[in-house]
C-alpha cells in the first residue's frame, strides 16, 4: 500500500493506493468539538443528511441513482472522541477499471457523495419538515432504546455517575429534552456551522490516480478548512478519594454489574498497547482469566467481559449476574486484579492475548474502513505509526509491562442494576 497525502485549501487528502480491493472506499470527515450543547444537534444532523439531499429528496431517488451507479453505496455517520465529534460522509464504490465499457463510474459516484453533503434537503434556510420529523423520531427511538438494553443502561448509568462533571459522561446521542427543542431552522443553521467551522479531512482507498482523486473533489477547493486543536484524548487526571457504590432496581431477569476504573494511559501513550493486552488478558478473550474464574470455575456470571476506553482513560467491567452473588463477585474481580499488580500473570496468556491482537493488526489492512481508521487516528492524534509500527509494539510487551498497568487500574465506580436489594447509594 502507498499513501499519498495531498491538500485542497488546506484540507488534508490521504490516499491509499492500492489494487488489492476490487472497490474505491472514500470517507469525509467533518470534526468540531464535542459539548453538552452541540452532541443532541450534531447526532440530529448526520441522519438527516443520510437520508436525503436535495436532487434525491424521496427513497427511490435515492436507491435509483445507487442501481444506477452499480450499487454504489453513501452513508452517513457519527461518532465522537472525547471531546471531539465526528460527521463522516462514506462512499463506496466499484472500480470502474474492473468493469468493460463502462467510463466515469468513479466522477459520478463521487457526485453523488458531493450532493449529500453540499446540496442538502434545505428550503427557506432550514430542512424539509418531513424528513426532518422522521429523523427526529428516529433519534428519540434510539435513545429510548438504550434503556431497553439494560446492559447498554447500566453502561450509561455507570458513566454519568463516574464522569459527572466530565464531558465523558455525556451521551454521544445527546438527550431528549434538547431533542424536543430542535426546529428544522436550528439544525440548518448547524449544518452551516459544519460546512464552515470543522476541520476537514477526506480519505481514500483503492487503485486510483491521485490527480483524479483531486479532480473529482473539486467542490471542496471553495471551502477554507478551519484547522481545530481538537482532543480526541484525554490529558486529564482525575483523583479518586473513594470508591463510590450506586444500584438502581428495576423489573428484570438478570442484574447487570458495571464497574468503572481509571488509569493514566490513552490511546497515544507509548503504553497504550501494553494496555490493550492487558485487557485481552484480563477479561477481552473467552480465555480471560475473568472469564475463566468468575464463569467457568465459580459459576457466577451469565457473561463478563472488560474493555479499555483509552480516548477517556477508563477501564470497564461489565457483567450479567444474579444480585445475590455482587459483594462475591466483585472481590473475585478485585482479587484477580490484585494478582496482576503482583506479578501473578499467565505467559501463556500473555502469548495467546498478543497473536491475537497481531491477528487484529493485520486483519487492518484486508478492509479499506478498517484502514482509514488507521491513518484517521494517526491524523488526529498526531502520530505517525504504521501497522508493522504497532505489531512491534505489541511483540514487545512483558510480563512487567502488563503488571505495571494493572497497577495503573484503580476502581472509581461500581454500579448495580437489579431486581432486588439496594447497594450503596
Known amino acids: 500500500m502507498e499513501v499519498i497525502r495531498k491538500k485542497i485549501n488546506d484540507i488534508n487528502i490521504d490516499i491509499v493506493r492500492t489494487d488489492k480491493f476490487k472497490t474505491i472506499s472514500l470517507q469525509v470527515v ?78 459520478k459516484a463521487i457526485d453523488f457523495l458531493n450532493d449529500s453533503i453540499f446540496n442538502p434537503n434545505v428550503d427557506d434556510n432550514k430542512f424539509s419538515e418531513k424528513e426532518f420529523n422522521e429523523e427526529k423520531r428516529l433519534l428519540k427511538e434510539a435513545i429510548l432504546k ?33 431533542l424536543e427543542t430542535i426546529t428544522p431552522k436550528i439544525l440548518y443553521d448547524e449544518y452551516l456551522k459544519m460546512i464552515t467551522t ?129 459483594h462475591q463477585i466483585v472481590k473475585l474481580i478485585t482479587d484477580e486484579l490484585d494478582k496482576y499488580k503482583n506479578g501473578d500473570i499467565n505467559r501463556d496468556l500473555l502469548e495467546e492475548a498478543k497473536q491475537s491482537l497481531v491477528s487484529e493488526l493485520l486483519e487492518t489492512e484486508d478492509n479499506p474502513y478498517s484502514y482509514i481508521a488507521h491513518i484517521q487516528n494517526n491524523y488526529f492524534t498526531g502520530m505517525n505509526m504504521t501497522i508493522s509500527d504497532e505489531i512491534s509494539e505489541v511483540e514487545r510487551v512483558t510480563i512487567e509491562d502488563i503488571q505495571e498497568v494493572a497497577k495503573s487500574i484503580i476502581l472509581d465506580t461500581v454500579f448495580l442494576l437489579s431486581n432486588g436489594s439496594s447497594y450503596g447509594n
Open 30 to 107: 467533518f470534526a468540531n468539538e464535542f459539548t453538552r450543547e452541540n452532541a443532541t444537534k450534531r447526532a440530529l444532523l448526520a441522519r438527516v443528511l443520510g437520508n436525503s439531499s436535495k436532487k434525491y429528496n424521496t427513497k427511490k431517488k435515492s436507491v435509483d441513482k445507487s442501481c444506477e451507479l452499480y450499487n454504489a453505496e453513501v452513508s452517513v455517520g457519527y461518532t465522537r472522541y472525547y471531546r471531539t465529534s465526528l460527521i463522516a460522509f462514506t462512499l463506496d464504490v466499484v472500480n470502474e477499471k474492473n468493469l468493460e465499457c463502462v467510463k466515469n463510474l468513479t466522477k
Open 146 to 178: 438504550i434503556y431497553n438494553n439494560k446492559q447498554r443502561f447500566a453502561l450509561k448509568r455507570m458513566l454519568e455517575i463516574m464522569c459527572k462533571d466530565e464531558i465523558t459522561g455525556i451521551n454521544s446521542m445527546g438527550n431528549l429534552d434538547d
Open 198 to 326: 470543522d476541520d476537514i479531512s477526506i480519505y481514500v482507498v483503492g487503485d486510483i490516480e491521485e490527480k483524479d482523486v483531486i479532480k473529482h473533489l473539486k467542490p471542496f477547493s471553495l471551502l477554507k478548512n478551519k484547522k481545530k486543536k481538537l482532543e480526541t484524548v484525554s490529558f486529564e487526571e482525575i483523583g479518586i478519594t473513594e470508591i463510590k457504590e450506586y444500584s438502581e432496581i428495576q423489573k428484570i431477569n438478570q442484574s447487570k454489574l458495571v464497574m468503572g476504573y481509571r488509569t493514566d494511559i490513552n490511546s497515544v501513550d507509548k503504553r497504550y498497547p501494553h494496555l490493550s493486552i492487558f485487557n485481552s488478558m484480563f477479561g477481552g478473550l473467552f480465555s480471560s482469566d475473568l472469564f475463566r474464574v468468575i464463569r467457568e470455575e465459580n459459576g457466577l456470571a451469565y457473561d463478563i467481559s472488560s474493555r479499555d476506553i483509552p480516548s477517556s482513560k477508563l477501564f470497564i467491567i461489565t457483567a450479567g449476574i444474579e444480585s445475590d452473588n455482587y
